[in-house]
């Protein structure tokens, strides 16, 4: 069965630091988000991504992030100068459009210290 | 932002016996639910979906119902199972093809054997 996978699983960066999350979504599925978790709150939408463009992004997702799919199969999340308020299980997400359910990946936890 | 509420932290059921998962939505603009199981260090999984016209899907063991007057729906599970012992998260959407999911705060299900 098809998944969404993501690399790497924990990343463990320094304050101010760049880090880039990597996502390969669900090969035929055409939108493609990107979620947090910070421990103990709830899933939080960051950003979603269609036909190469940003459709909508959070008042989260501010000039510190940005989003890009390289090539055909890659989406990934950047994060230009990290914050400690940045660490949180990362989640991508793709579907193949109205009606259909998300997939998530596993996800990325970072850690900024 | 409590538009997606889920007041039980945690439910503790036997095994066989009717889990019910209980969800609330504020915003009256959303137009499709979906019910997530988190297990710890992954991704949701997305488990049913009911979109608004409708006010009952089911899906083997799961039920979504929906009372749109009342902005409540409910997850069943029957007869559960050791498991589905797992977090569960209700998500409402406001629609269309690539609109974000708002989570809820999710409730932890144990399923005593």
């Known amino acids: 069965e098809p998944e969404v996978t993501q690399t790497p699983s924990h990343q463990v960066t320094q304050m101010g630091q760049e880090v880039i999350l990597r996502c390969v979504p669900i090969?035929?599925?055409?939108?493609f988000y990107w979620y947090r978790q910070i421990l103990g709150q709830k899933v939080e939408f960051l950003v979603s991504?269609?036909?190469?463009?940003?459709?909508?992004k959070s008042e989260i997702f501010d000039d510190q992030f940005s989003v890009e799919r390289p090539d055909g199969s890659n989406f990934t999340l950047k994060i230009r100068s990290t914050k400690l308020e940045d660490s949180a299980m990362y989640f991508c997400?793709?579907?193949?459009?109205?009606?259909?359910?998300?997939?998530f990946g596993p996800g990325t936890r970072l850690t900024v210290l | 932002d409590q538009q997606v509420k889920q007041n039980s932290p945690s439910l503790s059921v036997q095994e066989g016996r009717i889990s019910i998962l209980n969800c609330d939505y504020t915003?009256?603009?959303?137009?499709?639910f979906l019910w997530y199981k988190k297990y710890p260090a992954e991704g949701p999984t997305f488990l049913i979906s009911?979109?608004?016209?409708?006010d009952k899907n089911e899906d083997g063991r799961f039920t979504v119902f929906l009372n749109k007057s009342a902005k409540h729906l409910s997850l069943h599970i029957v007869p559960s199972q050791p498991g589905d012992s797992a977090v569960y998260f209700c998500?409402?959407?406001?629609?269309?093809?690539?609109?974000?999911?708002?989570f809820g705060k999710g409730t932890l299900l144990t399923v005593n054997p």
């Open positions: 997400a793709s579907n193949r459009g109205f009606g259909n359910e998300q997939f």
């Open positions: 090969s035929n599925h055409l939108y």
């Open positions: 991504f269609y036909n190469n463009e940003i459709s909508e």
């Open positions: 915003n009256s603009m959303f137009d499709y």
């Open positions: 009911i979109s608004s016209i409708k």
């Open positions: 998500a409402a959407s406001l629609g269309g093809s690539n609109y974000k999911l708002t």
